[in-house]
């Protein structure tokens, strides 16, 4: 770990946890989940308020963890998205930036600290810089959070955003299925300002992780039943990848996913790019071992994923329809 997101050292690697609170997951369950990943490295956790009821969201999860294993507060650095409401709408008002930082220091209680707070979603309502970031930056200089992050943000707020504040990193959705802020600006700018990118979904919401075959395959009550790409036709369209990165990855001798997560590192070390580090999520500890593992992609492997990228268009949006005007605001 030679990287250093507030001041503390992170693995190339996080950890999303929203597997562990989106649906209930028995605590031991969950618990071993987290200790693999700070096994393995990846002390980068990413949560959110909205992962989960008040009582079961990523803070919550993380109260009891620590409650049991206190020796591993300072290995953990969390990245928490919060000011959205459960309903999907943004609270970026500073009456909404306090109120949900102020939820999210209660239910994570005194063991264990918040290393970056972004409000989840840019509110339309409320001036993004003037209100809300200032609003958190104001927890930052009052020593009860580490720094600011943002989240899904364009190049031009980002810009706006670091003239004032320190940011301290940019979580957007990147990965094989999505890879437009590699032509937007966004990594440009992230790469010009130093600030590194949190990659979330990086298997595609598990489309690469190899269990999804067909629709059937997806658990009743799932959330990405009602995500665009997960239905119909788009699914079929959107395996054809899958199957094209399983042929590297047969190859290679590991597995889609980890050619999905390793370029994105690979990525990363291109001239012109700033640090990314994915986090994918998982519940099951030999799967976050995997997903942890580091392959070398060879430029000839990197060139022919750019091959396959440039003559592939994912099929459906990235969320459902009232979801997708609050993205790259």
Known sequence: MTYKIVGKEVGDIGFGLLGLTARAV??????A????????GCNYFNGGEFYGPPDGNSPALLRRYLERYPEDASRIVVNIKGALGRDYKPKGSKEGIRESIDACLKTLGPIGTIAQFEAARKDPKADYVEETLAAIDEYVKAGKIGGISCSEINANTLREAAAKFTITAVEVELSLFYNDPMTNGLLEACAELNIPVLAYSPLGRGLLGGKIKSAEDIPKGDMRLVHPRFQGDNLLKNLELVAKVDDIAQRKGCT??????????????????????????????????????????TDNDMAEIGDILATFTTAGTRYPAQAMDLLNL
Do not use: C, H, Y
């Open 33 to 40: 989940a987290i200790r693999a990943a700070l096994d393995a």
């Open 256 to 297: 889609p996913g980890q050619v999905a997560i390793n370029w994105l590192l690979a990525l990363s070390r291109k001239p012109g790019m700033p640090k990314i580090i994915p986090i994918p999520g998982s519940t099951n500890p030999d799967r976050i071992r995997e997903n942890a593992t580091i392959v070398d992609l």
């Open 26 to 31: 028995p605590d031991d369950q969950a618990f």
